[in-house]
């Protein structure tokens, strides 16, 4: 399947499946990293996702922080 087929049907799914295909990914790149730093970095952004999808936080939106 092409990346641009795939991103269509992805794209079509309803918005809980298109967060944990998301989820999935991003796990997936986490695991493959090797270098400590950027590890660390995806680690933070992870912790940061589920404090946002928990609802512990609240972000802000992107013209605020523009």
């Not at 990914?25 to 404090?51: C, H, K, M």
Request: glycine share 4%; net charge negative.
């Amino acid at each position: 399947m092409s990346t641009d087929r795939f991103l269509t049907e992805a794209m079509a799914l309803p918005l809980s499946e298109r967060v944990a295909l998301a989820q999935t990914l991003w796990q997936s790149i986490y695991a493959g990293l090797s270098d400590t730093e950027p590890r660390q970095a995806v680690q933070e952004a992870i912790r940061r996702d589920q404090e946002l999808s928990s609802g512990s936080i609240v972000g802000r939106t992107h013209e605020k922080v523009m």
